[in-house]
């Protein structure tokens, strides 16, 4: 230890110093305000012109002056007065605006770089260059997403800034302007043979690089500082507010252009990051997965579902490397975090006798090497400035040095970096760090006075701070609240801490003693698996995740409810029972028992039949067929979704589950569908097109030892209350056979159509079939009965055949489509055929959930959604029992309604009945041959000349509206 010791260790008798120094005094804001003004400033000086960005720091900087000339007047005067304090206010009030005006100069200075040279202007033309770049990030793979029926191709995306373009007219500009590469590329073997499919996303059964053979590897080797030479296509930024002048769009078939290698620091880096992946290729696939991003934020290998559950957990940040992975680097040299204020009470550096100055040093060295080796994102550049600073305030003992040390770190990296004033990542880290310097300790003390113990109250009220600074901002972004998140981070900080500390260990001797690095891996892959079961198993339930309102309001809403709950908190903790109640009333939501949700919420229905989910653009439907037993026909675009669904449902047993045709809004939530459930067989389409999604769903079903089944043309199965036919698509024709009606071997019209009858209700599945497949289909079973309800082909697109739709004359029908889909489903010409033919459409993009109950008379349908209201009423009528021609939403109506043989034949004589039934079908009623009638008059009065009929109602009079309640009954047309 130094011989000089600091005043606040003078008295104590170990040679340490006092253990737990006295800080009295309150936490220094000193340093804030101008941090905050800097921020503000940066954030809006990126998108301001910059005249006026210079007229208003001239005009800060001129403030400024004045008020330091005026503070040092005050300052002059003989004897106190009080212009000591206001002479400091003053001071106080040069820093702001002097810190403001150079936030916003640093900002309009980085603002202008993406409008200099040529290569903006290009952008905006879409012309292809050849570019000279020198790579600023590490490449990474972007999810693979679902637009429509196609899911994008596997792509990697890096920053890169250009410092040599040539035009396509051959002219040559020298510079440094910032773009963002996406490297694109097609993979081989599984694309779609239409010019549709895509390659498969990586599902986690195999590593990252084989799933993506489209993109070579030296493109995922790339290290930043790297020079390469690549031909492009521009294009500008998706925003205006995005830190790049241009995107360059490069062929990912052919390798890069290499012409000059990177430097001596990044290579040694890019070896310690390869040597860790090498050390973790061993291990089991979630272990591979997250140990690399527990270390130094390499996420190439975490599939998708299992990035989806630690995002459902609020789990994300352990992936992105923050301050807490400096914090276990600097732990090692000065102990653990909570003693790091109390100079050097353990750790290496006591113990080999550093002095603060050595120790400091050795810190600042392992802060650089760190970012480094974790690359400079947001939360490490933070993190390492903070540390960095606090490291400097070790020594001193003092606590309130803590915020001083992130406002500095703040206000340096915004003027620095200007971009990161506009990071939501930014925010986060500092928000939390905040959170762990001013609420957490408050919070813990109130804990511990409650007689909790004092290493669980600290953990408690780190995890709670955190989470009610950043919840506000997450809400932003994700328009929903983790109500898991609390206790799952609590949980995962008792394995985090051992798997980043052996992953370190790791890393370090990768590159000199590999084999001893793969044991040291094999340790760290226990608590890393841990955490992986953690966020699978919070993800799982029911209640993990509560939908917020999205966007700012949200955030501000969001806010304002914490501020409540904390402010009631402290009464709450006052009565125990209180807490326990509010803790089973946490625990019934997060849990959801399907008694409790039924009574709460209504859902599911007592008594449903089918279940269209709300999936967003796909479909994805559930039949009931017993207790936790169902049929499942498609399961949308997303697992997240269809998976939700199901558990709502209290769906545990699949016998079978279809896919009508091979499209990614059909068949790529499937891993969502097997999450967790007993699934007999999977039955597919024989049309394997696209066939990258074919071999998705093939791969998914191996993965589960799934057997997978073609649907075959006039098979018939039951399952409990229900039975079904498959229709389409035919069978193929056998060798000299007369071959049926031709339909061009399209994935849509080779959709699975089944005709499903359940508690006396027939009901039509369509899939995506189009016009000439309808056409087809109702010329192969000219029988086809009418049916209550029709699962409208295609999210309800304009293409459909009016004759099917005539013939089949739905009592219900109904739509999956997502809301603000780039299609235009569904089509306002289909909806109005389906109403004129006296159908109650509902539509999941307006509706939400859709769920059917009832009987053949007595027909139901019940929304759970809360998007739309319902106005009008279904009018009955005097024959057929159906709706008027038009008549919009309705109400639930009283007793049955009446059935055709009830009211009378239809006029121009009977049609044929359905097979089976004895029901009457009346005949197709086309949409011009409707007419409105004026009312009859009502019977005159003596005196006064005959009355007039009701005012008929005006073409644009709205229907009344009422409000509706989720959940409610919506009556359909009267069977016929």
């Not at 679902?146 to 373009?165: K, M, N, Y």
């Not at 392992?366 to 080796?373: D, I, R, Y």
């Not at 029911?542 to 309102?549: I, S, T, V």
Request: proline share 11%; net charge positive.
């Amino acid at each position: 230890m130094t011989a000089t010791r600091t005043p606040v260790h003078a008295s104590a008798g170990s040679p340490y110093g006092d253990s737990d120094p006295q800080q009295e005094g309150p936490a220094d804001l000193r340093l804030v305000a101008p941090a905050l003004a800097a921020w503000g400033a940066a954030a809006v000086g990126l998108g301001a012109p910059g005249g006026v960005v210079a007229a208003l720091c001239a005009g800060a900087v001129g403030l400024a002056v004045i008020a330091l000339r005026m503070a040092a007047v005050r300052r002059s005067g003989v004897g106190p007065s009080p212009g000591g304090r206001s002479a400091g206010a003053l001071v106080a009030l040069a820093a702001v605006l002097l810190c403001a005006a150079a936030g916003a100069a640093s900002a309009a200075l980085h603002a202008a770089d993406l409008r200099r040279g040529p290569l903006p202007g290009w952008a905006q033309r879409y012309a292809r260059v050849t570019a000279e770049l020198v790579v600023t990030g590490d490449p990474h793979p972007t999810r693979p997403t679902v637009r429509g029926s196609q899911r994008t191709p596997p792509a990697l995306v890096f920053t890169a800034d250009a410092v040599q373009v040539t035009a396509p007219d051959g002219a040559v500009t020298v510079g440094r302007t910032p773009t963002l590469v996406v490297v694109q590329g097609q993979r081989k073997g599984t694309g779609d043979d239409s010019g549709q499919g895509n390659g498969a996303p990586d599902t986690g059964e195999r590593p990252a690089d084989e799933a993506r053979g489209g993109l070579s590897a030296p493109w995922r080797g790339l290290l930043p500082s790297t020079r390469i030479r690549v031909v492009a296509r521009t294009a500008p930024p998706l925003s205006a507010s995005d830190q790049v002048a241009a995107v360059l769009r490069v062929d990912g078939d052919a390798p890069p252009v290499r012409t000059g290698p990177p430097s001596a620091l990044q290579r040694l880096a890019g070896s310690l990051r390869a040597g860790l992946r090498e050390a973790t290729d061993g291990l089991r696939p979630d272990a591979r997965a997250l140990l690399p991003g527990f270390v130094v934020g390499d996420t190439s290998r975490v599939p998708p579902d299992l990035a989806d559950a630690f995002r459902a957990t609020d789990l994300t940040h352990l992936l992105a490397v923050s301050g807490s992975n400096l914090t276990l680097v600097l732990a090692l040299l000065i102990g653990p975090p909570h003693l790091a204020l109390r100079a050097e009470r353990r750790g290496l550096a006591p113990r080999l006798g550093l002095s603060l100055r050595t120790t400091a040093f050795i810190g600042g060295a392992l802060a650089l090497a760190f970012v480094v080796v974790c690359r400079p994102d947001p939360s490490v550049l933070r993190a390492a400035a903070c540390g960095l600073i606090t490291l400097l305030a070790i020594g001193s003992g003092r606590r309130r040095s803590l915020l001083p040390a992130l406002a500095a770190a703040v206000l340096l990296l915004v003027l620095y970096d200007p971009w990161l004033a506009r990071s939501y990542g930014f925010v986060l880290s500092v928000l939390a760090t905040g959170a762990l310097l001013l609420l957490a300790p408050r919070w813990s003390a109130a804990l511990q006075r409650r007689r909790v113990p004092p290493r669980l109250a600290e953990m408690l009220a780190a995890a709670a701070a955190a989470q009610a600074v950043c919840a506000p901002v997450v809400v932003v972004l994700a328009a929903r609240v983790g109500l898991v998140a609390v206790p799952c981070n609590l949980l995962a900080e008792l394995a985090v801490g051992p798997a980043t500390v052996l992953g370190f260990a790791a890393l370090a001797l990768a590159p000199v003693a590999l084999p001893v690095a793969k044991a040291v891996a094999w340790c760290a892959a226990w608590p890393t698996e841990a955490v992986a079961v953690l966020a699978r198993t919070g993800s799982s339930l029911p209640g993990a995740e509560l939908d917020w309102p999205g966007g700012w309001q949200g955030g501000l809403l969001l806010a304002a409810v914490t501020v409540a709950l904390v402010t009631a908190g402290r009464r709450l903790l006052r009565h125990r029972w209180l807490c326990v109640l509010c803790a089973l009333a946490l625990v019934l939501a997060v849990c959801r028992p399907a008694p409790f949700t039924r009574i709460l919420t209504g859902w599911p229905p007592p008594g449903w039949r089918a279940v269209v989910c709300d999936v967003g653009q796909g479909d994805g439907l559930v039949l009931a067929a017993g207790d936790g037993t169902a049929l499942v026909v498609d399961t949308g675009p997303e697992p997240r979704a269809i998976d939700r669904c199901l558990t709502d449902l209290g769906i545990r047993r699949i016998p079978l589950l279809v896919l009508t045709h091979f499209h990614a809004d059909h068949v790529d939530g499937l891993p969502g569908a097997l999450r967790g459930r007993a699934v007999g067989a999977i039955e597919t389409t024989t049309l394997h097109i696209p066939s990258g999604q074919a071999e998705f769903v093939r791969r998914r079903a191996a993965a589960a030892h799934v057997p997978v089944v073609h649907a075959v043309a006039g098979e018939r199965r039951r399952l409990g209350p229900l039975s079904w036919e498959v229709l389409w698509p035919p069978a193929p024709t056998p060798p000299g056979a007369q071959a049926p009606a031709a339909v061009p071997p399209d994935p849509n019209d080779s959709s699975v159509t089944l005709l499903v009858r359940t508690g006396g209700l027939t009901l039509l599945l369509l899939g995506d079939l189009e016009p000439p497949a309808q056409q087809a289909l109702l010329a192969t079973h000219p029988q086809l009965p009418a049916v209550d309800v029709l699962k409208v082909a295609h999210h309800g697109s304009a293409y459909q055949d009016p004759e099917l739709i005539h013939r089949l004359a739905p009592r219900l029908a109904l739509i999956s489509v997502g809301a603000g889909n780039p299609y235009g489903h569904p089509s306002a010409r289909t909806v109005a055929e389906l109403r004129a033919q006296g159908a109650r459409v509902l539509r999941t993009d307006t509706d939400g959930a859709l769920a059917v109950l009832g009987t053949h008379d007595r027909l139901t349908a019940v929304i759970r959604g809360r998007r739309r209201r319902l106005h009008g009423r279904l009018r009955r009528r005097a024959r057929g029992g159906r709706p008027p021609p038009g008549s919009g939403p309705c109400r639930s109506a009283r007793g049955p309604w009446p059935t055709a043989s009830a009211v009378g034949s239809p006029p121009g004589g009977r049609t044929a009945g359905d097979p089976g039934t004895g029901r009457l079908r009346p005949p197709p009623i086309r949409p011009r041959a409707i007419r409105r009638t004026r009312p009859p008059a009502r019977p005159a009065v003596p005196g006064r000349g005959p009355r007039p009929g009701p005012r008929p109602r005006p073409a644009t009079a709205r229907p009344r509206r009422r409000p509706r309640r989720p959940g409610r009954p919506v009556r359909a047309g009267a069977p016929r």
